[in-house]
C-alpha cells in the first residue's frame, strides 16, 4: 500500500476515503492473515454485496426533499450523500443530486453549512460539526461545482478553531467557540473538522495567496496530544486516546493521590489516529505508534473497546477510515499473528445487517438508533477500506513548522 504521507490527492482525494471491502476475523484467530493489498475475492465479494444491500435500503429512505434523517442536521443527509457519490449504485445520480438541492438549502451567508438552532436551541445548529461533514461530503460528491461554496465553508470552519492559551486551544467543538457546552472543544468534533480541512485543502489554490485560509495544524496536534494517555507504568491505558478533558462529562477520572486519568476508549483512539494522520503527524511518531499498540491490544469488532455497545457504528467507520490511511491488511501484533482487520470488519458488518439491508444498534446512546444514520456510518465503513481506493493525502508543509 502506498504511503499515504507521499501519496497526491489526485481528483477527488475523498473517492480516496470511501468504498467497500476486505474483512477480518477475530484477534487470536489461528487464519492466516491476507495477502497485502490482495483482500480475498469471497471478502471484496461480501463488503461489495453489503455495501450494495445497505444503499439499496438508504435509497429507500430518501425524502422527497432529498433529505435523509432529520432534516434541521444536514450532517445525517451528507453521509448518505458521501456514500452513494462513492458508489456505482443504479440510481447514485439522482439521489445524488436531490440530496445536494437538499444541502444547497442550508449554505449559509456566514459560509456554513447548517440549519440555524431552534426554538430554544433544541435542533439545528452544531455549526461546525455540520459544516465540516456538509463541505466534505459535497467536495466527494462534486467539488467542481461547488468549489466557492466549500471555499467559503473552509473560512467559516478556520474561524471556529479555539485558540489563544486554553488548554483546549486547537481542538473544534459542536459549535463556535464560546456557545457554551457546544462550543467546547472535543476529539470527535475535531476530527471532522481536520479531515473536513486536509481534503478540500486543494481548493485553496482557487484563491489569491494572500486570502487563502487554513487552520493552525501544530495546535491541533497539541490538543490530540493532551488526550492521549502516556503513562507506560498504566499498562491497559498507555497509547489510548479519551474524547476530551472534562470531568462534568466523564472523560476523566481522579485517584486518591489527585493524579488524573484520561478515559480513553476505542472510537476516540481511532479519531485521534486519523487526525494526527490528517495533521501529517509520521507513522514512526511515538504518539502514532503507541496508539497502534492499544489498537492491536484492544481490537474488537463486536464493541468499541471502552464503550461497549455505545457509539458502535461511530467506531467501526471512524476505526476503518483510520486504520486504511494508517495501516496495511493487518494490524501488527507483538510477538503474534497480525490481525487481519479488514476481513474481520467486512464479516462482521455483514453477519449483523438486517434482512432490509440497513443496521441499527439497539443501544440509542448518541442516535444510534437512528437505522438511517447507522447504516450510513457501515457504508462508508466498507468503502473506506476498497483496496482500488486506498486513502491518500496530499503531502503539504503544516502551519508553524
Not at 475523498?14 to 475475492?41: D, N, R, Y
Not at 473538522?193 to 482557487?206: F, H, I, K
Not at 485560509?213 to 496530544?225: H, M, Y
Not at 472534562?246 to 493521590?257: C, E, F, H
Amino acid at each position: 500500500m502506498a504511503n499515504p504521507f507521499k501519496t497526491a490527492v489526485i481528483g477527488s482525494v475523498v473517492s480516496c476515503l470511501i468504498s467497500a471491502a476486505g474483512t477480518p476475523a477475530m484477534a487470536g484467530t489461528a487464519a492466516p492473515p491476507p495477502k497485502e493489498g490482495t483482500p480475498s475475492q469471497s471478502t471484496a465479494e461480501l463488503g461489495a454485496q453489503t455495501t450494495l444491500k445497505g444503499l439499496d435500503y438508504l435509497a429507500t429512505q430518501q425524502k422527497a426533499s432529498g433529505a435523509w434523517g432529520d432534516e434541521s442536521y444536514p450532517a445525517m443527509t451528507a453521509f448518505g450523500l458521501w456514500a452513494f457519490s462513492q458508489s456505482t449504485h443504479s440510481n447514485k445520480t439522482a439521489i445524488c443530486a436531490r440530496a445536494a438541492k437538499f444541502l444547497e438549502k442550508h449554505f449559509r451567508p456566514d459560509g456554513g453549512i447548517y440549519a440555524p438552532a431552534g426554538f430554544f436551541g433544541f435542533s439545528g445548529g452544531l455549526s461546525t460539526y455540520n459544516t465540516a461533514v456538509c463541505m466534505t461530503s459535497l467536495f466527494f460528491y462534486d467539488q467542481k461545482t461547488y468549489a466557492t461554496n466549500i471555499l467559503a465553508a473552509r473560512k467559516f470552519l478556520a474561524a471556529n478553531q479555539l485558540l489563544g492559551d486554553s488548554g483546549e486551544a486547537g481542538g473544534f467543538g459542536y459549535d463556535k467557540p464560546g456557545k457554551g457546552w457546544a462550543g467546547r472543544p472535543d476529539l470527535s468534533n475535531t476530527a471532522w473538522s481536520l479531515q473536513a480541512m486536509r481534503v478540500t485543502q486543494g481548493l485553496e489554490d482557487q484563491r489569491p495567496k494572500a486570502e487563502q485560509v487554513d487552520i493552525d495544524w501544530q495546535a491541533a496536534t497539541k490538543f490530540i496530544d493532551k488526550l492521549q494517555n502516556k503513562d507506560e507504568s498504566d499498562t491497559n491505558n498507555v497509547g489510548s486516546i479519551g474524547y476530551d478533558r472534562s470531568s462534568s462529562r466523564g472523560s476523566t477520572s481522579t485517584d486518591k493521590k489527585g493524579a488524573v486519568t484520561l478515559r480513553g476508549y476505542g472510537s476516540m483512539t481511532y479519531a485521534g489516529l486519523e487526525s494526527m494522520i490528517y495533521a501529517q503527524v509520521k507513522r514512526d511518531d511515538p504518539r502514532v505508534v503507541s496508539a497502534m499498540k492499544w489498537a492491536s491490544r484492544n481490537w474488537s469488532v463486536d464493541e468499541n473497546p471502552g464503550m461497549g455497545t455505545k457509539g458502535l457504528f461511530y467506531y467501526y467507520n471512524i476505526m476503518s477510515k483510520a486504520l486504511s490511511l494508517s495501516s496495511g491488511d493487518t494490524i501488527p501484533v507483538d510477538a503474534g499473528t497480525p490481525i487481519p482487520w479488514k476481513q474481520q470488519l467486512v464479516t462482521k458488518l455483514a453477519q449483523i445487517q438486517r434482512k432490509d439491508g440497513s443496521w441499527i444498534n439497539k443501544d440509542n446512546t448518541f442516535w444510534e438508533g437512528n437505522p438511517v444514520l447507522v447504516t450510513s456510518y457501515a457504508v462508508l465503513a466498507l468503502q473506506y477500506i476498497q483496496p482500488t481506493n486506498a486513502p491518500a493525502i496530499k503531502d503539504a508543509p503544516r502551519p508553524g513548522n
